[in-house]
C-alpha cells in the first residue's frame, strides 16, 4: 500500500483539516466512433469521502470538460443539503492508486459551496479497495485490488 502525505504543517492536523485527498485526473468520452477518451491533464484534487453513496465531479468542471449528462436528475442530500444532480458520464484517473475508473458521476457545485475539492471518491469506487485511516499519526493509504471491471453504471 502507499501511504499519501497531505499538505500541512503536522500530518494529524493536516489530515483533519484537508481530510485525506487524492490527485485526479479527467477524461470526457469519445465525441465520435473510433475516438478515445481524452484526459485532460488536469491536476484535480478529490476527497476521499467515505460518507458519499456516489462519487461526483463539481458541476462547474463537468460542465467545462463538456462531460456529457447521462440519465435523469439525481436526487439526494449531501453536505451542503438537498441536491438534484444530473449525473455525467467520464473517467477519472486517480493517479495516487495508478486506478482509472469509468463511469457515472454526480455533478454537484462543490466549488459553489466553498468546498476545495474538485471531486468526491465515493463508496460505489471504495468498495473495491481497502482503506486505511490512521488519525494517530495523521496517516491514510488505500489499495485498490486489480480487476478487469472498473466500470460503474
Same mark, same amino acid.
Given at each position: 500500500?502507499?501511504?499519501?502525505?497531505?499538505?500541512?504543517?503536522?500530518?494529524?492536523?493536516?489530515?483533519?483539516?484537508?481530510?485525506?485527498?487524492?490527485?485526479?485526473?479527467?477524461?470526457?468520452?469519445?465525441?465520435?466512433?473510433?475516438?478515445?477518451?481524452? !484526459?485532460?491533464?488536469?491536476?484535480?484534487?478529490?476527497?476521499?469521502?467515505?460518507?458519499?453513496?456516489?462519487?461526483?465531479?463539481?458541476?462547474?468542471?463537468?460542465?467545462?470538460?463538456?462531460?456529457?449528462?447521462?440519465?435523469?436528475?439525481?436526487?439526494?442530500?449531501?453536505?451542503?443539503?438537498? !441536491?438534484?444532480?444530473?449525473?455525467?458520464?467520464?473517467?477519472?484517473?486517480?493517479e495516487d492508486f495508478d486506478t482509472v475508473v469509468y463511469g457515472r458521476f454526480l455533478a454537484l457545485p462543490l466549488v459553489e459551496h466553498d468546498q476545495p475539492y474538485h471531486a468526491?471518491?465515493?463508496?460505489?469506487?471504495?468498495?473495491?479497495?481497502?482503506?486505511?485511516?490512521?488519525?494517530?499519526?495523521?496517516?491514510?493509504?488505500?489499495?485498490?485490488?486489480?480487476?478487469?471491471?472498473?466500470?460503474?453504471?
Amino acid at each position: 500500500m502507499r501511504t499519501i502525505d497531505l499538505p500541512g504543517e503536522e500530518q494529524p492536523n493536516s489530515l483533519e483539516e484537508w481530510g485525506p485527498v487524492a490527485q485526479i485526473d479527467i477524461a470526457h468520452g469519445p465525441q465520435g466512433i473510433g475516438q478515445s477518451f481524452q !484526459f485532460h491533464g488536469g491536476n484535480y484534487v478529490a476527497l476521499i469521502d467515505t460518507g458519499a453513496r456516489m462519487s461526483c465531479v463539481d458541476s462547474g468542471l463537468a460542465e467545462r470538460l463538456n462531460l456529457p449528462i447521462v440519465g435523469s436528475p439525481i436526487e439526494g442530500v449531501g453536505a451542503t443539503g438537498p !441536491f438534484n444532480s444530473d449525473p455525467v458520464l467520464g473517467r477519472i484517473h486517480i493517479e495516487d492508486f495508478d486506478t482509472v475508473v469509468y463511469g457515472r458521476f454526480l455533478a454537484l457545485p462543490l466549488v459553489e459551496h466553498d468546498q476545495p475539492y474538485h471531486a468526491l471518491i465515493g463508496r460505489d469506487i471504495l468498495r473495491r479497495g481497502k482503506f486505511t485511516y490512521d488519525g494517530v499519526t495523521g496517516s491514510w493509504s488505500m489499495k485498490i485490488e486489480p480487476t478487469d471491471d472498473y466500470n460503474r453504471s
